[in-house]
């Protein structure tokens, strides 16, 4: 059987740096507030003319590069998103278009929000088990910055997401102590309305009026915080668990993990209950805020270009989010 690894990874975020201080001119909050709740000191903003895709593009071309391959050796695209250029069709196929336009690969796109590059791996990471593609390409990408809602009313939201993209090149090993080890993915829909955004929504007869264009809090982003904060470390506990399981490991075991990035807190609850050192991690949120599907391929990135990924180490990936869905991903590093 056919194992695959991380062959490269690229990321790409926008050059507008928006700090806690500039929010504080937009809406009621404070530095100290955003700080001391989630960790967050700054995030990037995209501008206009940016596009979920071609952020998308800007991480790939750094993750194929990083992985010593070009467009064309691209099998197939997985695009992670919640924020994608058109409502439909996907953004990977505008990511097709402009990275590899002369080879027609096929372009999945994910809609798992915070969990969709975990989802997104293990479906690389299948199709190359059974030989079916043999470089295939994975991206998170969002632009959240332009539908957030900056004013007072929607703080408790728009503080805590920024913009960014990261990608990695996913391809076969012979090595069989290596690659992806478990991949353990859930969902539990009852608590889909804790984190969403409703609107357009296909359940509404007709879909939009013209009077819908008053903007009202349906079109932005919603969340009961702490109901989602205390799922999110529950989830990512459990499923670290059932991944070692899976796997014939225990959490102690790990040498690095890359956690979403949601909140600081978090993450440090999750480790501190796993009982794995706090420095076996790196956290990325303090520069970035939550990129939803970005923060991952983010993550694997820094933490690679930073020299923490190291050769035959056990590396735990796992994020929960809107759904609620969260998963993990096992990898013995290479
Ligand atoms: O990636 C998807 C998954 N997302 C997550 O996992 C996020 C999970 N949730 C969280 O990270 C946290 O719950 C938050 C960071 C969202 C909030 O932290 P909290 O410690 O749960 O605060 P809270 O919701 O209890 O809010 C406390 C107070 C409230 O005021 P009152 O009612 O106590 O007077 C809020 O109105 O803080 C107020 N508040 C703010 N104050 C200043 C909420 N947002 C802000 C703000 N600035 N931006």
């Known amino acids: 059987m056919l194992k695959s690894r991380i062959s490269g990874a690229g990321m790409f975020v926008p050059p507008k740096v928006v700090k806690n201080t500039d929010l504080e001119k937009l809406m009621e909050t404070s530095d100290e507030w955003i700080q001391q709740r989630s960790g967050i000191q700054e995030r990037r903003w995209a501008e206009p003319g940016m596009t979920t895709s071609g952020m998308g593009l800007e991480a790939s071309k750094a993750a194929l590069n990083d992985a010593g391959k070009k467009p064309d050796d691209i099998d197939a695209i997985i695009f992670a998103t919640l924020s994608p250029d058109m409502n439909f069709p996907g953004s990977g196929v505008l990511l097709q278009k402009n990275l590899c336009p002369q080879k027609m690969v096929p372009a999945l796109d994910v809609r798992n929000q915070c969990s969709g590059f975990l989802y997104s791996l293990s479906i690389a990471d299948a199709w190359i088990r059974t030989g079916m593609y043999k470089c295939v390409l994975v991206v998170g990408s969002e632009i959240h910055s332009n539908g957030l809602d900056i004013s007072t009313e929607g703080r408790d939201v728009s503080v805590l997401f920024g913009d960014g993209a990261g990608a ?167």
Request: hydrophobic share 40%; aromatic share 8%.
């Open 168 to 334: 990695v090149v996913v391809e076969p090993t012979s090595d069989v102590n290596a690659g992806f080890l478990a991949h353990n993915l859930h969902s539990e829909g009852e608590h889909a309305e804790r984190l969403c955004i409703l609107r357009p929504s296909s359940s509404d007869f007709p879909r939009l009026t013209k009077g819908d264009m008053k903007i009202d809090r349906t079109f932005f982003a919603q969340m009961d915080g702490k109901f989602v904060f205390k799922n999110a470390v529950t989830r990512m506990c459990e499923v670290i668990h059932e991944a070692c399981k899976d796997a014939g490991v225990k959490p102690q075991d790990i040498d690095f993990v890359i956690a979403h990035q949601a909140n600081m807190r978090i993450n440090q609850m999750v480790l501190q209950q796993l009982e794995i050192p706090q420095d076996k991690t790196l956290n990325t949120i303090q520069k970035y805020g939550n990129t939803t599907a970005a923060t991952i391929p983010i993550g694997i990135t820094e933490a690679k270009r930073q020299g923490l990924l190291k050769k035959g180490q056990l590396v735990a990936m796992v994020g929960f989010g809107s759904g609620f869905t969260w998963g993990a991903n096992l990898m013995r590093w290479s």
